[in-house]
């Protein structure tokens, strides 16, 4: 990617959060007067305030019920309305699965989730809300498109573009400060992935705020002399195959990065594209098959083999295999 | 249909019939021609599994022929076993899993407000699926909200599939509960066509929030073998109790216009 569209973020590192830019976007897009929000009783952490405050006739306090929630959220749509839903991830698609798909994805309405506090961006708050397998259940719903954007820019862009997407849509978002890799020239397109670094020794795909920490793990791995491809996979579903093949054939091993379990997430639609079209060695980067814990998101990361610590490691390891295989 | 498909739920469609014939035939402002026609009134089905009757009301105001009836399950039919948005012109919202349609209705109640729009939505549901939380949300939500365009229709019959609903969970005193949830309750005789019409226009006079009218019914209602037998809920006549029931039926009809 040329690097007008990347941030000098070493030289003037500053950082974010995708519920910002999630909230920012949502702002811009509520020009469209058909956008409508519903809270459930997450209204400030889902960052839907400002909302609230200035389109008072378009937000729905919904209460802690996320159920109806999302009956109500496709009864708007059948009407032509745009909603957008907020609520934690674990707790919408969490509790909400059972409308989501048949009133929702069924009937292929334009309703946006936005699934908050993922992957380890729950921290202190532990285990039970921190989400890592929405991916994999939003990512199994026929209709169902699937964005986690890596920065505050590029949730901004994500929603965006999501106001524009016929049928339904997922956006992740965190809570966690990560490094602001995107601006507003970068382009975003929904399933259009980005290259953020070139290289010919492997591919690091990743998502979310993973994607920062792989543009560090390919610095480590850099002084080492070895040259790491970095995609930003920002679009789960529908993925980008031509970038993935294309990354196989050329580098010959791809390691995948994610907050989320290895099952059903990004490891997984890579390795589905992967050994259909031109097998190669995978290594994933993702929690085990295992709930997280109370901790800062920093500790978990590190705790949980989930940052670019263990993407140096894999990658390695995927090195060793492209050797021997 | 129910019996040329050999599977469906025959209890519950039946002991609907007059609802649906008050609904389609006298209350809905509807056009069979122009099924997108925007000043149309909404009937949205909760209780998916009852689509027979819903189907068959669809066919007889002229939504599609009467003959693709017989299609009903078939693979390739656009009578799905559980009727889906897009799947049938008339056929307005996604149902089968229970206790989704009213959260629907209740959104398309919203948005027609907020359009100022003057369209009614009328939620068709059963009384089993009441067990379901999702409907406690949405009851719990509606109740405090001026939705006068919203009416349900709740299909008191007091079978589900196990048993008798008050033998399983039971849901008395349903009346009070909906009342305590700020809903205008009406009871009705659901089998009495005029009944049910008139409590649906007199939702009309309610300014403040929505209607809930609790339809008491029979389940496989005019027909002897099947009458408030929990058994037929999920199950389709044979080819000879078909014929055996309609005859029934048929002779009801007849000894009506005497």
Known sequence: MNSKFLNDYLRQPTFGTTRDGFGRGLMEAAENPQVVVLSADLTDSMRLQAFKEKFPDRFIAMGVAEENMMGVAAGLALRGKIPVTGSFAVFSPGNSLGPLRASVCYSNLQVIIAGGHTGFSASQDGATHQALEDLAIMRTLPNMTVISPADEEESRKAILALIKNPGPGYIRVGKHQSLNLTNPRTPFKIGQALTFREGRDLTIVAIGSMVAQAIDAADVLGTRGIAARVINMHTIKPIDQAAIIKAAQETGGIVTAEEHQKYGGLGAAVAEVVTQNFPVPLEFVAAQDTFGESGTSRELMAKYEVDANAIVRKSLALLDRKVRE | ?258
Not at chain 2, 117 to 144: H, I, R, Y
Not at chain 2, 158 to 171: G, K, M, N, R
Request: with cysteine.
């Open chain 2, 1 to 258: 249909m129910l019996d040329e498909a050999e599977s469906g739920h025959t209890g519950g469609a039946l002991g609907m019939a007059e609802m649906f014939a008050a609904l389609y035939f006298s209350v809905l402002r509807h056009n069979p021609q122009d099924p997108g026609w925007d000043g149309r009134d909404f009937l949205f089905l909760s209780n998916g599994h009852t689509c027979p009757i819903l189907y068959a009301a669809l066919a007889e105001a002229g939504y599609f022929p009467k003959k693709e009836l017989r299609t009903f399950r078939r693979l390739g039919t656009r009578l799905q076993g559980h009727p889906h948005l897009g799947s049938m012109p008339g056929v307005e919202n996604t149902s089968g899993p229970l206790a989704q349609g009213l959260s629907q209705a209740v959104g398309t109640a919203i948005a027609l407000k907020m359009d100022k729009k003057v369209n009614e939505v009328f939620c068709v549901m059963s009384d089993g699926e009441l067990q379901e939380g999702q409907n406690w949300e949405a009851l719990l939500f509606a109740g405090t909200k001026p939705l006068d365009n919203l009416t349900i229709l709740i299909d008191r019959n007091f079978i589900q599939i196990d048993d008798h609903t008050e033998a399983v969970v039971p849901l008395e005193p349903l009346a009070e509960k909906l009342s305590a949830f700020n809903w205008n309750v009406l009871t009705v005789n659901g089998h009495d066509i005029t009944a049910v019409v008139t409590a649906c226009h007199a939702t009309k006079a309610i300014a403040d929030r929505p209607t809930a009218i609790i339809c008491h019914t029979i389940p496989g209602y005019g027909v002897d073998f099947m009458e408030n037998k929990p058994e037929w809920h999920g199950k389709p006549p044979s080819r000879t109790e078909a014929r055996q029931a309609i005859k029934q039926l048929e002779a009801r009809l007849l000894e009506d216009h005497e």
